[in-house]
Protein backbone atom coordinates (compact mmCIF):
# COMPACT_ATOMS: atom_id res chain seq x y z
CA UNK A 1 0.00 0.00 0.00
CA UNK A 2 1.97 3.24 -1.27
CA UNK A 3 1.36 5.80 1.33
CA UNK A 4 1.39 9.61 1.97
CA UNK A 5 2.17 10.99 5.11
CA UNK A 6 1.21 14.67 6.46
CA UNK A 7 1.50 16.83 9.72
CA UNK A 8 -2.66 16.39 10.15
CA UNK A 9 -1.58 20.17 12.02
CA UNK A 10 -3.58 22.44 12.76
CA UNK A 11 -0.53 24.14 12.03
CA UNK A 12 -0.83 28.29 13.25
CA UNK A 13 1.48 31.11 12.21
CA UNK A 14 1.15 35.08 12.38
CA UNK A 15 0.81 36.70 9.38
CA UNK A 16 4.22 37.65 7.57
CA UNK A 17 5.85 34.39 9.29
CA UNK A 18 6.99 31.43 7.57
CA UNK A 19 4.62 28.48 7.08
CA UNK A 20 6.98 25.05 6.45
CA UNK A 21 4.87 21.99 5.89
CA UNK A 22 6.01 18.55 5.57
CA UNK A 23 5.58 15.10 3.87
CA UNK A 24 6.74 12.14 3.27
CA UNK A 25 5.82 8.79 1.31
CA UNK A 26 6.42 5.60 0.48
CA UNK A 27 6.88 4.69 -2.85
CA UNK A 28 10.29 4.71 -4.15
CA UNK A 29 9.39 4.63 -7.96
CA UNK A 30 7.15 8.08 -7.77
CA UNK A 31 8.66 10.78 -9.73
CA UNK A 32 6.20 13.64 -9.56
CA UNK A 33 5.27 15.22 -6.68
CA UNK A 34 2.35 17.91 -6.24
CA UNK A 35 0.77 20.13 -3.51
CA UNK A 36 -2.40 21.96 -3.85
CA UNK A 37 -4.46 23.65 -1.72
CA UNK A 38 -8.06 22.93 -0.19
CA UNK A 39 -10.23 25.43 1.32
CA UNK A 40 -13.10 24.24 3.34
CA UNK A 41 -15.70 22.87 1.10
CA UNK A 42 -14.07 23.27 -2.41
CA UNK A 43 -12.20 21.33 -4.77
CA UNK A 44 -8.38 21.30 -4.85
CA UNK A 45 -6.23 23.67 -6.59
CA UNK A 46 -2.76 22.96 -7.66
CA UNK A 47 -0.18 25.41 -6.59
CA UNK A 48 3.00 24.03 -6.97
CA UNK A 49 4.87 21.03 -8.71
CA UNK A 50 8.18 19.36 -8.52
CA UNK A 51 10.37 16.46 -10.26
CA UNK A 52 13.15 17.35 -9.69
CA UNK A 53 15.53 16.97 -5.84
CA UNK A 54 16.28 20.40 -4.74
CA UNK A 55 14.16 24.23 -4.71
CA UNK A 56 11.29 24.71 -6.84
CA UNK A 57 10.51 28.65 -5.76
CA UNK A 58 6.57 30.32 -7.43
CA UNK A 59 6.06 33.80 -6.17
CA UNK A 60 5.58 32.87 -1.96
CA UNK A 61 5.43 29.42 -2.77
CA UNK A 62 9.09 27.53 -2.88
CA UNK A 63 8.49 23.76 -3.05
CA UNK A 64 12.11 21.40 -1.89
CA UNK A 65 12.51 17.39 -3.08
CA UNK A 66 14.27 15.27 -1.12
CA UNK A 67 14.27 11.70 -3.41
CA UNK A 68 16.89 9.73 -1.04
CA UNK A 69 14.74 10.92 1.85
CA UNK A 70 11.16 10.34 0.32
CA UNK A 71 10.36 13.95 1.46
CA UNK A 72 8.68 17.23 0.09
CA UNK A 73 8.16 20.11 1.49
CA UNK A 74 6.11 23.63 1.20
CA UNK A 75 7.24 26.68 2.32
CA UNK A 76 4.91 29.34 2.34
CA UNK A 77 6.86 33.46 2.91
CA UNK A 78 4.85 36.22 4.31
CA UNK A 79 1.93 34.19 4.94
CA UNK A 80 -1.40 36.05 4.58
CA UNK A 81 -4.61 35.23 5.93
CA UNK A 82 -6.33 33.99 2.46
CA UNK A 83 -3.56 31.35 2.87
CA UNK A 84 -5.86 29.99 5.50
CA UNK A 85 -6.74 26.33 3.83
CA UNK A 86 -5.65 22.80 4.16
CA UNK A 87 -2.65 21.54 2.43
CA UNK A 88 -2.69 18.58 0.44
CA UNK A 89 0.32 16.68 -0.48
CA UNK A 90 0.32 14.14 -3.56
CA UNK A 91 2.36 12.10 -5.04
CA UNK A 92 2.18 9.91 -8.42
CA UNK A 93 2.40 5.99 -8.55
CA UNK A 94 5.12 4.23 -10.08
CA UNK A 95 5.87 1.99 -13.16
CA UNK A 96 2.58 1.52 -15.22
CA UNK A 97 0.14 3.47 -12.76
CA UNK A 98 2.02 6.79 -13.17
CA UNK A 99 -1.19 8.84 -13.14
CA UNK A 100 -2.54 7.63 -10.28
CA UNK A 101 -2.10 10.27 -7.25
CA UNK A 102 -2.28 9.72 -3.74
CA UNK A 103 -2.69 12.00 -1.33
CA UNK A 104 -1.75 12.69 2.25
CA UNK A 105 -4.24 13.90 4.29
CA UNK A 106 -3.77 17.19 4.15
CA UNK A 107 -2.57 19.90 6.59
CA UNK A 108 -4.82 22.53 8.46
CA UNK A 109 -2.96 25.74 8.07
CA UNK A 110 -4.36 28.72 10.03
CA UNK A 111 -2.70 32.36 9.40
CA UNK A 112 -3.37 35.03 12.31
CA UNK A 113 -3.95 38.80 11.80
CA UNK B 1 -11.68 28.51 -20.39
CA UNK B 2 -14.47 26.77 -18.42
CA UNK B 3 -12.65 24.18 -15.98
CA UNK B 4 -14.00 21.07 -14.83
CA UNK B 5 -17.94 21.04 -14.29
CA UNK B 6 -19.35 18.61 -11.97
CA UNK B 7 -23.08 18.26 -11.33
CA UNK B 8 -25.07 18.05 -9.09
CA UNK B 9 -22.91 19.92 -6.57
CA UNK B 10 -25.00 18.33 -3.94
CA UNK B 11 -26.94 15.28 -3.42
CA UNK B 12 -29.15 13.56 -0.99
CA UNK B 13 -30.23 9.82 -1.35
CA UNK B 14 -32.13 7.80 0.51
CA UNK B 15 -30.39 4.08 1.19
CA UNK B 16 -31.20 1.61 -1.75
CA UNK B 17 -31.82 4.31 -4.17
CA UNK B 18 -28.83 5.21 -6.90
CA UNK B 19 -26.74 7.92 -7.31
CA UNK B 20 -25.30 9.29 -10.90
CA UNK B 21 -22.69 11.84 -10.49
CA UNK B 22 -21.69 13.61 -14.00
CA UNK B 23 -18.24 15.05 -15.01
CA UNK B 24 -17.39 17.05 -17.94
CA UNK B 25 -14.03 17.25 -18.43
CA UNK B 26 -12.05 20.85 -19.22
CA UNK B 27 -12.02 21.74 -22.74
CA UNK B 28 -8.95 19.75 -25.01
CA UNK B 29 -9.01 16.70 -21.97
CA UNK B 30 -9.98 13.35 -22.56
CA UNK B 31 -8.63 12.07 -19.81
CA UNK B 32 -11.00 12.16 -16.73
CA UNK B 33 -10.61 10.52 -13.28
CA UNK B 34 -12.79 10.18 -9.83
CA UNK B 35 -11.43 10.64 -6.83
CA UNK B 36 -13.45 9.85 -3.40
CA UNK B 37 -12.85 12.36 0.07
CA UNK B 38 -14.80 10.51 3.09
CA UNK B 39 -14.76 13.07 6.64
CA UNK B 40 -11.44 13.68 8.09
CA UNK B 41 -9.50 11.34 5.01
CA UNK B 42 -7.88 11.94 1.95
CA UNK B 43 -8.59 11.64 -1.39
CA UNK B 44 -8.28 8.61 -2.62
CA UNK B 45 -8.45 7.21 -6.56
CA UNK B 46 -11.30 5.59 -7.57
CA UNK B 47 -11.19 5.38 -11.40
CA UNK B 48 -9.33 6.68 -14.83
CA UNK B 49 -11.00 6.68 -18.20
CA UNK B 50 -10.33 7.97 -21.33
CA UNK B 51 -13.21 8.56 -23.88
CA UNK B 52 -14.89 4.66 -23.67
CA UNK B 53 -12.61 3.08 -22.26
CA UNK B 54 -11.96 2.18 -18.56
CA UNK B 55 -8.35 2.59 -18.13
CA UNK B 56 -7.56 1.66 -14.44
CA UNK B 57 -10.57 0.80 -11.54
CA UNK B 58 -8.22 -0.55 -9.22
CA UNK B 59 -10.20 2.18 -6.55
CA UNK B 60 -13.49 1.20 -6.86
CA UNK B 61 -15.70 -0.78 -4.69
CA UNK B 62 -16.13 -4.17 -6.59
CA UNK B 63 -19.70 -3.67 -5.52
CA UNK B 64 -22.39 -1.36 -6.55
CA UNK B 65 -19.77 1.32 -8.12
CA UNK B 66 -19.92 2.15 -12.32
CA UNK B 67 -18.13 4.51 -14.55
CA UNK B 68 -18.19 5.31 -17.90
CA UNK B 69 -17.15 7.95 -19.93
CA UNK B 70 -19.22 7.75 -23.48
CA UNK B 71 -18.03 9.04 -27.02
CA UNK B 72 -20.19 12.10 -26.23
CA UNK B 73 -21.13 13.83 -23.52
CA UNK B 74 -19.89 13.64 -20.04
CA UNK B 75 -18.27 11.03 -17.65
CA UNK B 76 -20.69 9.03 -15.03
CA UNK B 77 -20.16 7.70 -12.35
CA UNK B 78 -23.00 5.76 -11.01
CA UNK B 79 -23.61 4.35 -7.29
CA UNK B 80 -26.33 2.02 -7.03
CA UNK B 81 -28.20 1.09 -3.54
CA UNK B 82 -25.85 3.68 -1.69
CA UNK B 83 -25.76 2.84 2.12
CA UNK B 84 -24.87 5.54 4.47
CA UNK B 85 -20.78 4.88 4.06
CA UNK B 86 -21.46 6.28 0.24
CA UNK B 87 -21.40 9.96 1.75
CA UNK B 88 -18.43 11.70 0.79
CA UNK B 89 -17.59 14.06 -1.55
CA UNK B 90 -16.57 13.06 -4.87
CA UNK B 91 -14.25 14.57 -7.17
CA UNK B 92 -13.53 14.26 -10.97
CA UNK B 93 -10.24 15.39 -12.32
CA UNK B 94 -9.03 16.14 -15.71
CA UNK B 95 -5.98 16.18 -17.93
CA UNK B 96 -4.42 15.94 -21.64
CA UNK B 97 -2.94 13.10 -21.27
CA UNK B 98 -1.95 10.28 -18.17
CA UNK B 99 1.35 11.15 -18.60
CA UNK B 100 3.35 11.64 -15.15
CA UNK B 101 3.70 15.04 -15.49
CA UNK B 102 0.82 15.88 -16.33
CA UNK B 103 -1.18 18.29 -14.06
CA UNK B 104 -4.78 16.90 -12.91
CA UNK B 105 -7.28 19.79 -13.10
CA UNK B 106 -10.26 18.94 -10.22
CA UNK B 107 -13.62 19.87 -10.61
CA UNK B 108 -16.25 21.14 -7.31
CA UNK B 109 -17.28 18.14 -6.42
CA UNK B 110 -20.17 16.43 -5.84
CA UNK B 111 -21.06 16.19 -1.91
CA UNK B 112 -23.12 13.21 -1.59
CA UNK B 113 -25.60 12.37 1.53
CA UNK B 114 -27.40 9.19 1.76
CA UNK B 115 -30.10 9.48 4.97
Known amino acids: QKEVEQNSGPLSVPEGAIASLNCTYS??????FFWYRQYSGKSPELIMS????GDKEDGRFTAQLNKASQYVSLLIRDSQPSDSATYLC?????????????FGKGTLLTVNP | NAGVMQNPRHLVRRRGQEARLRCSPM?????VYWYRQLPEEGLKFMVY????????ESGMPKERFSAEFPKEGPSILRIQQVVRGDSAAYFC?????????????FGPGTRLLVL
Open chain 1, 27 to 32: DRGSQS
Open chain 2, 49 to 56: LQKENIID
Open chain 1, 90 to 102: AVNGSGGSNYKLT
Open chain 2, 93 to 105: ASSTSGRRRETQY
Open chain 2, 27 to 31: KGHSH
Open chain 1, 50 to 53: IYSN
